[in-house]
């Protein structure tokens, strides 16, 4: 018994020390090992994945903004039902699968695991914007409709046209120079709103403040797995070329929100509340202050309530001024949240002219 | 070894001694209620010295003493005396004694008429309103100017927990508990400057809540109200201007008050007049531009769990602005 295992222990290091193995991308593996790694790998999501709960996902924006990610950051492996994945990812080992059916061969759960924490051995990254799960349920959100389309053999509306090159290079995220339709593309133009909520409104944004959140995403000090590498990829003269080009434009129609809440949004937002410390939102938020501070007016209910969630997560806590919100957001209820969401969405006045600001010249924070 | 102790117990020495003097001992007394309460202090104390002495005289002559001691200790008349009788007038000596103490405060306000002062405490800092004979008040903070030889009655209340008040050289300790107004009454003796702190444990910042008393000839007393009920000072150079727009345009106004400009928050100490105080952050830091630069940009490391955050926003010719502009409030 003794002289079996010694056996067996001393076979395995001569296999594994004397270099036999192949390690090679280029042979697969047994059929044997296959099966073990594959069963491996989906036990360990299953496992990994029970404690998830899927959110509400039948936002169309939300499934909109998962699929135009998944052109830019997902299709150079995976490919589309239009373009075949690049050559190169083709010779990966193991090859990235094809998605057409990834939400029939994994539960939500499981796929939001799998996207947010990346697959060991396999050059699956994990997301790279951390604690940003809202961002990786849209591509969940995507995947799931994805799968819809094709059973009912359906229009597939969901793969979005890639962009000429993405399937012939690795291009993961790289926007095109200077193109402020390719941001529109996500976050709107004149007349057209963000895909989703999750997306802010650049339109009539301070020009100091797009350039700072531009930085802070490419220096990976504000996290977003689909803003991070599109802002790293820009330099200085793009970033303030864009800021330029977007502040200048004019902002969107307001919400209609409900009166109430608004009411209580534009007492939290003119006084403040003392009893729980919470300062007025527009003495730092108008038009008299630093310029690196964002115009919320310009910005939809959705939007700052979910920035207002992240802050008060401890979510955005790589920058400075993301620490001096965090401290206050978290004095805030989520009625106080929504209220003031409420407010700056349906406060949108006329639109500004942004360039003739004075507060723009005194060079603040 | 022995000598090892000998300096390790001359050091405690010199670390429980050193509490005796300075500006916070409660040994040394500036006010009419701290040296009554010193009176008493010695009072008692030396009571207990009388009653400690007289037990072990007592002790060595049951043991040891003559028959006929012993059997006088031994009656029921001893016990009773003794045990009963002493304690009883000693013990109410001391409560007479200590309640009078309590009540004098209170008449001496009500006979010298002088306007009252109300602290809040806050986490983790004191607000202090003067009130003025003509009804009006005036906010500052973290430091409390008294008149020489005029009681004072000072409300304690609290915004958030339970802290407590004890400036050592004037009186003695009392609790703001919420909801409630507790009234002491303060009387400084000689001019000079003395400091106190929060003697409750309320939360993270405890430790680093304190304050500075100042008292002044009645005369100085009255200019320095003036001075600080009127508006905040104009900037006047280059560099102060710069740094009372930086101040604005930077969310300062959130939470502090500079009276006579837009900045008019309601969370945070009153700044209309911080350059003339004698701390910063309720006694943690000395005033001067570097503190404030210091505490602009890294307060969590300086007062940690402090409700501010850090603006380290500022390059540092705006943080040297923006510091000039504040130590120019006087």
New interface residues.
């Given amino acids: 018994m003794v002289i079996a295992v010694a056996g067996g222990l001393a076979l395995a290091a001569g296999i594994v020390l004397s270099g036999v193995y192949n390690v090679s991308a280029s042979i697969p593996h047994f059929a044997v090992t296959d099966a073990i790694l594959r069963l491996a790998l989906r036990r360990s999501v299953a496992t990994h994945a029970a404690g998830v709960e899927t959110p509400d996902l039948t936002d169309e924006g939300l499934a909109e903004l998962g699929s135009r990610h998944f052109t830019l950051g997902c299709a150079p492996c995976h490919g589309t039902a239009n373009a075949e994945p690049n050559p190169v990812a083709r010779a990966m080992y193991p090859p990235p699968p094809a998605l057409h059916h990834a939400a029939e061969d994994w539960s939500t759960e499981e796929l939001y695991w799998i996207i947010a924490n990346g697959l060991k051995f396999t050059g699956m990254p994990a997301w790279s914007g951390v604690g940003r799960d809202d961002e990786v349920w849209a591509l969940v959100a995507f995947l799931s409709r994805l799968s819809e389309t094709n059973a009912n053999d359906g229009r597939p509306v969901t793969w979005r046209e890639t962009p000429s090159d993405a399937g012939s290079a690795l291009r993961f995220l790289v926007p095109e120079r200077n193109s402020v339709d390719f941001c529109a593309g996500c976050h709107g133009d004149a007349g057209a709103k963000p895909v989703d909520g999750l997306v802010p409104s650049l339109n009539g944004q301070r020009r100091a403040y797009l350039e700072r959140a531009l930085v802070e995403y490419g220096r990976n000090q504000r996290q977003s797995g689909m803003m991070e590498p599109i802002a790293r990829a820009l330099d200085e003269d793009e970033r303030q070329a864009l800021a330029r080009r977007f502040s200048d434009k004019l902002r969107a129609p307001p919400e209609n929100g409900d009166k109430q809440q608004i009411a209580r949004g534009r007492a939290i937002a003119k006084a403040?509340a003392?009893r729980a410390?919470?300062?007025?939102c527009l003495?730092?938020h108008s038009e008299?202050?630093?310029d690196?501070?964002p115009r919320l007016d310009s910005l939809s209910s959705d939007y700052i309530a979910r920035q207002l969630a992240l802050m008060r997560d401890g979510r955005r806590m790589g920058t400075?001024?993301g620490?001096?919100m965090?401290?206050?957001a978290r004095r805030l209820s989520q009625a106080d949240i929504d209220a003031v969401a409420a407010y700056f969405a349906s406060k949108r006045e006329t639109p500004v002219d942004t360039a003739s600001h004075p507060?723009d010249a005194?060079?603040?924070? | 070894m022995k000598r090892v102790l000998e300096r390790c117990s001359g050091a405690a020495l010199l670390l429980v001694l050193s509490a005796c003097t300075g500006e916070q001992s409660a040994l040394v007394s500036r006010g009419r209620e701290a040296s009554e309460i010193g009176s008493l202090f010695w009072i008692a104390t030396a009571v207990s010295a009388a009653v400690t002495i007289l037990v072990i005289i007592a002790i060595m002559f049951a043991l040891w003493g003559p028959p006929t001691w012993k059997d006088l200790l031994s009656r029921e008349r001893a016990v009773l005396l003794g045990g009963i009788v002493l304690p009883v007038l000693v013990l109410t000596y001391l409560l007479v004694q200590g309640s009078t103490l309590l009540q004098a405060g209170v008449a001496r306000t009500q006979r010298s008429g002088e306007p009252s002062i109300t602290i809040v405490g806050k986490r983790w800092w004191w607000e202090v309103i003067y009130h003025l004979p003509n009804g009006e008040t005036v906010a500052s903070a973290n430091e409390l100017r008294l008149p020489v030889g005029r009681p004072i009655s000072v409300r304690l209340e609290t915004a958030d927990v339970i802290h407590s008040f004890w400036a050592p050289q004037l009186g003695g300790k009392l609790d703001m508990i919420p909801g409630r107004s507790n009234v002491i009454t303060l009387e400084a003796t000689e001019p000079g400057t003395s400091r106190g702190q929060c003697a409750e444990y309320c939360g993270g910042a405890h430790a680093l809540m304190a304050f500075y008393v100042v008292a002044l000839p009645p005369k100085d007393y009255r200019a320095w109200l003036s001075r600080e009920a009127a508006d905040a000072r104009t900037p006047q150079t280059e560099q102060e201007r710069l740094g009372e727009r930086l101040f604005m345009t930077s969310g300062c106004g959130a939470c502090h008050t500079v009276r006579g400009t837009e900045a008019r928050g309601v969370i945070a100490p009153d700044l209309t007049h911080v350059g003339s105080r004698r701390s910063l952050a309720a006694a943690t830091l000395p005033n001067d531009e570097e503190a404030f630069a210091r505490w602009i940009a890294e307060n969590q490391h300086i007062k940690p769990e402090n409700l501010m955050p850090e603006f380290d926003v500022f390059t540092p010719q705006q943080l040297e602005a923006l510091s000039a502009y504040l130590s120019s409030l006087k």
Avoid: L, V
Wanted: aromatic share 8%; glycine share 8%.
């Fill in positions: 403040g003392a410390q919470i300062p007025p003495a730092c008299r202050s630093s690196r501070f400075t001024y620490r001096i965090t401290t206050i507060a005194t060079g603040a924070p």
